[in-house]
C-alpha cells in the first residue's frame, strides 16, 4: 500500500524567498512525491533533498571588467534503501517523470549493490527534534540584492585601493566580488513514516583582492606578490573594499627583499590565517572516515592527551550567522555543542551515522565536517596580540604562507613550502622565502607553546596565532 505522505505536511512557505524560483514548500512537496514513489517500488528506507543556488560573481583586472558570472543550479537527490543494499541517483529536472526516473535509477542501483551492514538511514533517535515543529532560526540567510555593475564598482575600489598604497604595486592579479545563496529541504522515509525533514537557506559573500610589488619596474626583479579577503553571511559585516585593498598591498610590499635562510631547527610561529591549516589537519585525523580506515596518526586517541593540558578545542553550530552553523547535520542528525579537546585531551570525534557504526560508536551530528570549531588556550591574554606573540616567539620564524599539500595523515608527517619573515629578539628581523618546513604533527600539537588572542575565522574555524616549539627549516 502506498502510504500517503500529504498527512506529514508542515506549514512552509508557498512563495519562493527572495532570489530563489522555488518555495520551500514546493521543495517539500518534491521529497515527498520521490520518497513515496520510492516506497512503491519496494525501498525500505529512502531519502531526498531538494536543493537550489544562485549568485553572482565579478571580477575586475587593472581597471577593466574581466568577467562576470551568474550561476543558477537546481537538484533533487534521491537515495534509496533495499535491506542493507544501497542506491543513489540525482537530477535537475524536477518534472513528475523525471522524479520518477531518478528514484528508478537509485533503486534499480541498490538492487545490484552489494550489502553493507553498516549502511542505512540514523537511528531515529538521533534525528533532530524541534520544539513545536519549528526549526531554530540561526540567522544564516542574508541575500545580497547586487546588480553586476555594483559588484564591479566593489571590485575596483578594492583593486584601486591596492595599486594606489605605493609606486612599488605594478601589477594586479585581480579583485573579486561574490554574492552567493541556496536553501533546501531534506526529508527520510523510515518503513512507513517520515522520520525526519528540514531545510533552511543560507548565504555566503565574499570580495577579494591580489597585488604584485616589485622593487623595480623591470620584468622578474624581485617581484612579491599579496593577497587578501573578506566573507561573510551578511554582506555589511564584510570589510571594506578600501581595507582589503589596502592590506593585501601591504602585505604584498612588506615581503619585498626576501632572503633565503640556511637549513637549521627552530621555533615557529604560523599566522593566525595559517595555523586555521593545523586545526583542520586535527579535525581530518580525527574524522570517522580516517578512523574506521585506521588511515590517521589519531588512531584510538579517545582520551588521551595530544594538546598542551591549556588547549582547548569547542564545535559549537548554533552561533548566529556563524559559517559552521546548522541546526542538523547532512543526514538530519541532530547537531550539538561539544568540547572536543579538553585540557589537551580528545574528547569527542567527528563521526557520520556510518562511521560511527563502523567504530561502535554514535553519530556526532558531523557528517559534512566540523561545524564553528574554536581552539583556545587558557593562558591567552586579551594583550596577546601578533606583537605579544612576536615577542614569545623570540627568535625564529613567523610564518605567513603555505605552500603545497605535503601533509601525511597515515604518520603524521608534515612538510611545506613556507615563506614568512625572520624574527629576532621578538622583532621582525627580514622576509623570508623558498623555504620549507617540517615536522610531525603529533609532535606540534604537542609543542604548542602559545596560542594568540588575533584570532582569525576561516570557513568554520576560529583560531588565534600558534607559536610551535620546535620545527626543521630547510633552506639554501
Known amino acids: 500500500m502506498i502510504i500517503d505522505l500529504m498527512k506529514n505536511f508542515v506549514s512552509l512557505q508557498s512563495k519562493p524567498l527572495q532570489g530563489f524560483s522555488y518555495s520551500p514548500a514546493f521543495f517539500q512537496e518534491l521529497t515527498h512525491s520521490a520518497l513515496a514513489h520510492a516506497k512503491k517500488l519496494g525501498a525500505t528506507d529512502a531519502a531526498s533533498e531538494a536543493s537550489e543556488g544562485c549568485g553572482l560573481s565579478v571580477s575586475a583586472r587593472l581597471g577593466e571588467l574581466e568577467n562576470v558570472e551568474r550561476n543558477r543550479d537546481k537538484s533533487l537527490g534521491v537515495t534509496v534503501y533495499v535491506g542493507q543494499r544501497r542506491g543513489n541517483a540525482s537530477t535537475s529536472d524536477f518534472s513528475d517523470a523525471a522524479v520518477k526516473q531518478t528514484v528508478q535509477a537509485a533503486f534499480d542501483i541498490a538492487r545490484f549493490t552489494a550489502a553493507d551492514d553498516m549502511a542505512g538511514l540514523p537511528a531515529i533517535s538521533d534525528y533532530a527534534k524541534f520544539k513545536n515543529g519549528k526549526q531554530p532560526d540561526l540567522d544564516l540567510f542574508h541575500p545580497w540584492d547586487l546588480t553586476s555593475e555594483q559588484a564591479l564598482a566593489l571590485a575596483l575600489r578594492c583593486e584601486g585601493t591596492a595599486m594606489g598604497v605605493d609606486k612599488r604595486?605594478?601589477?594586479?592579479?585581480?579583485?573579486?566580488?561574490?554574492?552567493?545563496?541556496?536553501?533546501?529541504?531534506?526529508?527520510?522515509?523510515?518503513?512507513?513514516?517520515?522520520?525526519f525533514e528540514?531545510?533552511?537557506?543560507?548565504?555566503?559573500?565574499?570580495?577579494s583582492v591580489s597585488s604584485i610589488v616589485a622593487n623595480s619596474k623591470r620584468k622578474g626583479e624581485d617581484m612579491q606578490q599579496g593577497s587578501w579577503h573578506t566573507s561573510m553571511r551578511d554582506a555589511t559585516e564584510m570589510s571594506s573594499p578600501e581595507a582589503v585593498g589596502r592590506y593585501a598591498a601591504e602585505r604584498a610590499l612588506s615581503r619585498l627583499n626576501a632572503k633565503k635562510l640556511s637549513t637549521r631547527t627552530c621555533a615557529v610561529l604560523f599566522e593566525s590565517s595559517m595555523a586555521v591549516g593545523l586545526l583542520g589537519g586535527y579535525v581530518q585525523a580525527t574524522s570517522g572516515g580516517a578512523l574506521y580506515r585506521k588511515t590517521t596518526f589519531l588512531e584510538g586517541s579517545l582520551g588521551k592527551t595530544v594538546f598542551p593540558k591549556d588547549i582547548h578545542v569547542a564545535d559549537d553550530p548554533f552561533?548566529?550567522?556563524?559559517?559552521?552553523?546548522?541546526?542538523?547535520?547532512?543526514?538530519?542528525?541532530?547537531?550539538?555543542?561539544?568540547q572536543i579537546v579538553t585540557d589537551g585531551k580528545v574528547e569527542g570525534y567527528f563521526l557520520s551515522s556510518y562511521s560511527a557504526r563502523k567504530l561502535g560508536m554514535k553519530s556526532t551530528g558531523n557528517a559534512g565536517g566540523s561545524h564553528n570549531l574554536t581552539l583556545t588556550s587558557t593562558k591567552t591574554k586579551a594583550v596577546d596580540d601578533l606583537n605579544a606573540m612576536l615577542k614569545k616567539l623570540g627568535t625564529g620564524l613567523f610564518v605567513t604562507e603555505l605552500m603545497g599539500q605535503g601533509v601525511n595523515y597515515v604518520t603524521g608527517d608534515y612538510s611545506r613550502g613556507a615563506s614568512g619573515y625572520w624574527v629576532e629578539n621578538g622583532r621582525i628581523a627580514y622576509p623570508v622565502h623558498e623555504i620549507t618546513i617540517a615536522g610531525n604533527l603529533k609532535d606540534m600539537f604537542l609543542g604548542i607553546q602559545a596560542v594568540g588572542a588575533d584570532t582569525y575565522n576561516y570557513g568554520a574555524k576560529t583560531i588565534g596565532s600558534v607559536l610551535v616549539n620546535r620545527m626543521k627549516v630547510a633552506g639554501s
Do not use: C, M
Not at 604595486?169 to 522520520?195: D, K, M, P, Y
Not at 528540514?198 to 570580495?207: D, E, V
Open 169 to 195: 604595486v605594478v601589477n594586479s592579479e585581480g579583485a573579486g566580488v561574490s554574492a552567493q545563496q541556496s536553501h533546501f529541504w531534506a526529508a527520510h522515509l523510515r518503513g512507513t513514516e517520515i522520520a
Open 198 to 207: 528540514g531545510g533552511y537557506a543560507s548565504s555566503r559573500h565574499s570580495l
Open 319 to 338: 552561533v548566529l550567522k556563524g559559517k559552521g552553523s546548522a541546526p542538523f547535520d547532512e543526514e538530519g542528525v541532530q547537531t550539538q555543542k561539544r
